[in-house]
Every structure is written in C-alpha cells, then in structure tokens.
C-alpha cells in the first residue's frame, strides 16, 4: 500500500494567516493526489483533485501544488470556516490511501 | 444536485454482516464509480472498495475476503455488504461518488455509524 504522510498533525492559526499543510507519499504518485476538509458530524468536501485543481464552488484563497511524491496545500487567508480537519488522498493506484489528517484551530 | 444517503442498521452483533445502502437522488448511478470509505473513531479514513456502474468491483485487500460491493441501477443504489465483523469494524460509514480520471470523491454521504457489539 501507499502510505500518505501529512505534517503537521495539528498546528494553530489566527483568521487572515496563511497557512500550509504538507503531504508526502511513499511512492510516486504522478499528480493523484487529493485533498479534502472535514468538519465534525460531516462528511469529507472535496478541495482540490489532480494535486492543483480547485472543485467547482471552492473558494480560490485554497490551492494545491507538487507532484510525484511531496504536495502542499495552502490557505491563502484563513477565514473562520476553514478551521476543520483536512486529509490528502492518492488515487493512484489502489487500495486508495489517506493521510492521517491535518486539524487547524483557532490560535 | 446529486447527493447521498447511507442506511442500514446502527448495531451489530460480532461474527454477523454488516449490510449498508447508499440511495443516491438527484441524478443517474450509471457512467460514474461509487465507493464506501469508513472513518474509525480515532479519525483515519480507510478505503473499503468501490463499483462501477456496470458492476466491475474493486476492493481494499485488508477487507477483499470480507467484502461485498453491489449495484442496483433500477433503484439507483449501491450497497456494502461486509462479512464476519468485529469491534473493529466499529466505524462512521460513508459512500461517494467517484469522478474523472483522477477518481477523485466529488460528493459523499453524511455517514452513518456503525457499531459491532453484543
């Protein structure tokens, strides 16, 4: 299986900061990569696909970048509905694998 | 606006099966893959497997002699049948819709929790 490492586990920031989640797999994944926000009692909202591209209806302070093995995603300007649990994906080859999972706080 | 909704039974018991519906409205199961993922308590996601409307099914190999995944396109639903099940299928259950060439998950489920106890 791939394994997904997110960093960090969990990190604390204020409304306006910018802020990066990293995720880094255990084998090249090309660009299927995934990135999703959880809230709590929710299921999982699609961000970006194709490690770059936004989801229909995502605001655009989200972005995605990388390619192979190493993935960022960055919030431009964190705004109060942005604090939730965010998990990376590689579809590239199955059994399908997530990240642990990010979760961003109100400092 | 497509979206998703899992049923079946909140409880139950070790050594029986586990047995969840996706219903999905608002559009057609056929031209898309559909999955089941499962969140522990804990918080991590796991990937349980995934069909294909016409049937060609894929599943996790921790869970392949377990599992079962079906589809009935005259109801519009895709359905988790999971075998033998412990504690450690206590879990969140959610179905998606999988889009594209990437298979990325476009539109999920609220979930549904299921626990296995006696």
């Known amino acids: 299986d791939i394994q997904m490492t997110q960093s960090p586990s969990s990190l604390s920031a204020s409304v306006g900061d910018r802020v990066t989640i990293t995720c880094r797999a255990s084998q090249t994944l090309s660009n299927y990569l995934n990135w999703y926000q959880q809230k709590p009692g929710k299921g999982p909202k699609l961000l970006i696909y194709?490690?770059?591209s936004l989801q229909s209806g995502v605001p655009s302070r989200f972005s995605g970048s990388g390619s192979g093995t190493d993935f960022t995603l960055t919030i431009s300007s964190l705004q109060p509905e942005d604090f939730a649990t965010y998990y990376c994906?590689?579809?590239?080859?199955?059994?399908?694998?997530f990240g642990q999972g990010t979760t961003v706080e109100i400092k | 606006q497509v979206q998703l909704q899992e049923s079946g039974p909140g409880l139950v018991k070790p050594s029986e099966t586990l047995s969840l519906t996706c219903t999905v409205s608002?559009?057609?199961?056929?031209?898309?893959?559909w999955s089941w993922i499962r969140q522990y308590p804990g918080k991590g996601l796991e990937w349980i497997g995934e069909i294909y409307y016409s049937g060609n099914t894929y599943y996790n190999p921790s869970l392949n002699s377990r599992v079962t995944i079906s589809v009935d396109m005259s109801k519009n639903q895709f359905s988790l049948k999971l075998s033998s099940v412990t504690a450690a299928d206590t879990a969140v259950y959610f179905c998606a819709r999988v889009k594209g060439g990437f298979l990325f998950m476009d539109v999920w489920g609220k979930g549904t929790t299921v626990t296995v106890s006696s």
């Open positions: 994906q590689q579809t590239y080859r199955n059994p399908k694998t």
């Open positions: 608002g559009g057609s199961i056929t031209s898309y893959y």
């Open positions: 194709a490690a770059s």
